[in-house]
DNA sequence: TTTTCATTTCACTTAATTGTGATATTAGTA
DNA sequence: TACTAATATCACAATTAAGTGAAATGAAAA
């Protein structure tokens, strides 16, 4: 195991990849399955450049991948630990009954 | 269900509680049984000033609570979704072999 | 009741994040 | 080759977060 520092310092920053209203609303897009970044932009209302920071983000931690068709980038979500944290949000946030 | 939007904000605000190298090292002690301040201060090298800012977070999103015994304050993990994901970190970050 | 200990709050500075319009890039289409 | 579509990058402004010394609070102890 590495130095405890410097594993909460990577911890973090994979968390801020995720901690933000709009890059979580990007994860739950994709959490259904690939979409290209029209499609993202439609369904969450960003700005393109907006939308075009937070993928930039949500790759430089890791969390999305993309593949090209065309001059089409569809992202998808790559990462195993982040579904996990989706799936615990979910319950703590968005399920019936979760006046918290 | 809440609207998605309002549901991504109180995620998101919940995960930038947690989302800090120093908040994480300060759960990861709390993890082992509640501690007060000083303990705390003395465990993570944070100055006092900011170990209290950050415990002031971590109260703010009801990550923690604390008792008093006389005059010192006892902190410890009070929420179960806090607990889960530093679960999932730990696999990802923390675990031998994680050069991920 | 004055002092001391444990902790928080204040005022301020510095750094990081987020958003935006304009421009650039890259790949297809006419 | 010129044009358009899809997306990324630049330069900048605004907001939010994090750290620090000094002062304040609150609860014992002397």
């Known amino acids: 195991m590495k130095d405890m520092e410097e594993n909460a310092q990577a911890a973090a920053s994979f968390l801020k990849g995720i901690a933000s209203p709009h890059r979580l609303l990007i994860l739950c897009e994709l959490a259904t399955g690939e979409k290209n970044v029209t499609e993202l932009i439609q369904t969450t209302g960003l700005a393109q450049t907006s939308m075009s920071k937070h993928l930039t983000k ?26 996990k944290i989706m799936d615990v949000l979910y319950h703590e946030f968005c399920e019936v009954g979760d006046d918290k």
């Open 58 to 83: 949500l790759k430089d931690e890791n969390i999305v991948t993309f593949r090209r068709d065309h001059r089409t980038l569809f992202y998808r979500i790559n990462n195993e630990a982040v579904l």
